[in-house]
């Protein structure tokens, strides 16, 4: 008997729909329905703090919006952070396993918390609180035209050291396309590793407020189908368990910003491999320009990291 496809209901969850408390998003790897990647997003008023236990996992705290103090025993960080996700690249932390962290914001703010537990063999990472400046975050521009996108390597292999803690935001131009060609890494073999994923998005307003809208793809047959086409909004999360994702797709008019949080059981490495009906589709981006949006002055990518 043929197994039904997960769907929108299962995998995308709008916004508040995952909130807690003064946590906007709180989804451990257990209520995603899986074991490894996790995340928390907490939303704080100008002069509140919050805490958070990380028991098995390795966590970051980046902020999206503000600045905030963050303590764990007798360390402490204080994090700059941005005016927005728009605005470029965060300074962050990184939080070892084991740690009572609390987090304060004078002025108040939203802080994303990817997190993976770490159990069995990984590389050894210092323990404790680690910082990282916002200068030191690689910053890469993927695509062309109207494939453009910037992506910010917080915690990548060769970019950070982690247990198994994978994370890059990208920020792509109203009216383009990312997560394109769609890809996979739900299996360990040659070219690709097993990971559980996580799409946190925001949005762009209009002029007047309007709240901006993007489109997410994640399909798949076989033994697992899945088959998801979501409207999303600021706010929302889409789970890729496994199966193909992309495009993800933003509505002219409204730049999108999405969070990837990734884990799983095998070495930590980001190897995909794309939808063979549409790999091809790497090769048309030679000789074509960037979306000039995405570049500064100097026509490289633009210090800011923001759109421009």
Not at 39 to 45: E, F, G, N, P
Not at 143 to 161: I, K, L, Q
Request: net charge negative; charged share 20%; proline share 8%.
């Amino acid at each position: 008997m043929s197994m039904p496809a997960l769907g929108n209901a299962e995998l995308h969850h709008r916004a508040g729909a995952l909130a807690n408390g003064p946590w906007s998003v709180d989804l451990s790897a257990s209520r995603a329905g899986w074991s490894w990647s996790s995340l928390r997003v907490l939303d704080l008023a100008a002069g509140q703090s919050a805490g958070l236990a990380t028991g098995e996992e390795e966590v970051l705290v980046l902020p999206l919006t503000g600045s905030c103090l963050v303590r764990s025993g007798q360390q402490e960080l204080a994090l700059q952070g941005r005016a927005s996700v728009f605005a470029g690249p965060s300074d962050f932390a990184y939080v070892a396993p084991g740690q009572e962290l609390t987090l304060e914001s004078r002025d108040g703010g939203r802080f994303a918390l990817p997190g993976a537990k770490v159990g069995g063999q990984g590389p050894t990472v210092p323990e404790g609180l680690r910082y990282q400046a916002a200068r030191a975050v690689p910053v890469e521009l993927r695509g062309a035209g109207n494939c453009s996108r910037r992506v910010v390597n917080y915690c990548m292999p060769g970019t950070f050291d982690a247990r198994r803690l994978m994370a890059c935001e990208v920020v792509t131009p109203a009216g383009n396309w990312s997560s394109y060609p769609p890809h996979k890494h739900d299996e360990d073999r040659p070219g690709e590793t097993q990971l559980e994923e996580i799409y946190y998005f925001e949005l762009a307003r209009g002029p007047g407020g309007e709240d901006g809208a993007a489109y997410q793809r994640v399909y798949g047959a076989g033994p697992r189908p899945v088959d998801v086409l979501a409207e999303v909004h600021g706010g929302d999360v889409v789970l890729i368990p496994h199966g193909y994702h992309g495009p993800s797709m933003a509505a002219p008019g409204y730049d999108m910003y999405y969070l990837n949080v990734m884990a799983g059981p095998g070495p930590r490495a980001w190897l995909a491999s794309d939808d063979p009906e549409h790999a091809w589709v790497r090769a048309s981006w030679q000789g074509k320009e960037v979306d000039p949006r995405l570049l500064g002055d100097d026509g490289h990518a633009a210090d800011n990291g923001g759109v421009q």
